[in-house]
């Protein structure tokens, strides 16, 4: 691995890619200080602990805290090189993206900046999200120069690099996965390619600037809610046609051309779910797939929700003796996706607040992946996959590998991904 050119590195937002990113560049043994709003976050992080599930993190962060490369902070301190990596939710009920968090973390950096500096924005972002930030940079520090009026002479360097990891895999995706870097120039380029290079195996692909870059990482991820909607909406035809859509899709995908992906009961995480918006809030009257993908996913768990009613009605046929305060109902994981603790944007948890809402009967939630269930499911009750076995009605929203390997309960089930 070439040397880190940067003596001292800061992350701000210390998350579940910040705190990898700033763990890992502490790694190399670089003095790196992250900075974090939550100061819970700022404590558990210098006693060397962990606030997320993530392989591997838990122990790097325990040696490089111990060892003293890394240290967490709630203000900003002067740093060589600086990565934004917080959240970029939406607003309204229009998916516009909201970028209040990157904004407020340019203005928390801004007072300590110093010329020569790098500041990337890590964050998944809509186009014209770096030139933003770099422009509530320069309205806080008119005494420093930025590339959009200094260009190659600027005092501070602009650039774009967005995560690309997986969840579960982020540790070794870190790594081994090639980068794509969008400067506001080719020095800018440079110095984050430079940055990058210093624990990444993979290529460091430098694009012509970081509207492309930015496009990138939204692009990657409309792909793959193109190809889950595709199977969700075969799952909606076959149940009409009343076939099976997992030996439907294991059957065509037999062809040596043919990959389909796996239905669920929606799209979730913070990336495939919300990424698709911003390219659709960027060209609304050009993103006509892109925009239909993401409402075929949106609905699937309403379409969910249906067939658990229906497991009830004719659980409550069946059972004429029963009244539906009586019919137990487990949903098994919250996640939005398989083995990890990570609720953001989950259809899993969009469903079972829907029944915890609607409900009359005891709730069971298996989510071996959390010790406590959120304030909006304080109705139900957290317990193990032995527990929920003889519920009367089995909903299996995520395939953790604990499930699948589990023997199947005793009740009515509604599948929705082929685990059973």
């Not at 029944?355 to 005891?362: R, V």
Request: hydrophobic content about 45%; proline content about 7%; aromatic content about 6%.
């Amino acid at each position: 691995m070439p040397k880190l050119p940067f003596k001292r590195i800061s992350v701000v937002g210390l998350g579940y890619i910040g705190l990898p990113t700033a763990a890992m560049f502490a790694s190399r043994k670089v003095d790196v200080v992250g900075v974090d709003v939550n100061q819970k976050t700022v404590d558990t992080i210098n006693r060397g602990e962990v606030h997320i599930v993530e392989p591997d993190l838990d122990l790097v962060v325990r040696a490089v805290v111990k060892e003293g490369y890394l240290r967490a902070t709630t203000v900003p301190e002067p740093a060589e090189a600086f990565l934004i990596a917080v959240p970029t939710p939406f607003k309204g009920q229009n998916h516009q993206p909201d970028l209040g968090f990157i904004e407020a973390a340019a203005r928390a950096i801004a007072p300590v900046l110093e010329a020569g500096n790098l500041v990337i924005l890590e964050s998944t972002s809509p186009v014209g999200a770096t030139e933003a930030m770099e422009g509530w940079l320069a309205e806080a520090r008119p005494d420093l120069s930025f590339p959009q009026t200094a260009g190659e002479d600027s005092d501070i360097r602009i650039a774009h690099c967005p995560e690309r990891v997986l969840p579960g895999k982020v540790m070794q995706e870190l790594i081994t996965n090639d980068r794509v870097i969008g400067g506001m120039t080719p020095a800018c380029s440079e110095a984050a390619a430079s940055l990058y290079r210093s624990f990444v195996t993979g290529e460091c692909v430098v694009a012509s600037g970081p509207r492309v870059a930015e496009m990138a990482k939204l692009t990657e991820n409309s792909f793959r809610d193109i190809n889950i909607a595709f199977a969700n909406e075969l799952s909606l035809i076959c149940d009409a046609l009343g076939m099976d859509v997992w030996e439907l899709i294991r059957l065509a995908n037999r062809h040596p051309r043919v990959n389909i992906l796996q239905p669920g009961p929606g799209v979730g995480g913070h990336c495939i779910a919300v990424d698709p918006w911003f390219i659709v809030s960027s060209a609304p009257e050009q993103a006509h797939l892109i925009r239909t993908a993401r409402e075929v996913n949106d609905r699937k768990p309403e379409w969910v929700l249906k067939k658990v009613q229906a497991a009830i009605g004719c659980y409550l046929l069946a059972n004429p003796a029963k009244t539906a305060a009586e019919v137990t109902l487990a949903v098994y994981g919250l996640a939005f996706k398989p083995d990890i603790d990570d609720l953001r944007e989950s259809p899993a948890m969009e469903i079972a607040r829907s029944l915890s809402a609607t409900h009359a009967g005891p709730l069971m939630i298996v989510e071996p992946f959390i010790d406590s269930l959120p304030r909006d499911l304080k109705d139900a009750s957290l317990v193990t996959y032995a527990q929920a076995s003889e519920a009367d009605i089995n909903v299996l929203l995520v395939d953790h590998t604990a499930f699948k390997n589990a023997a199947a309960p005793v009740g009515r089930k509604v599948d929705c991904r082929g685990v059973w």
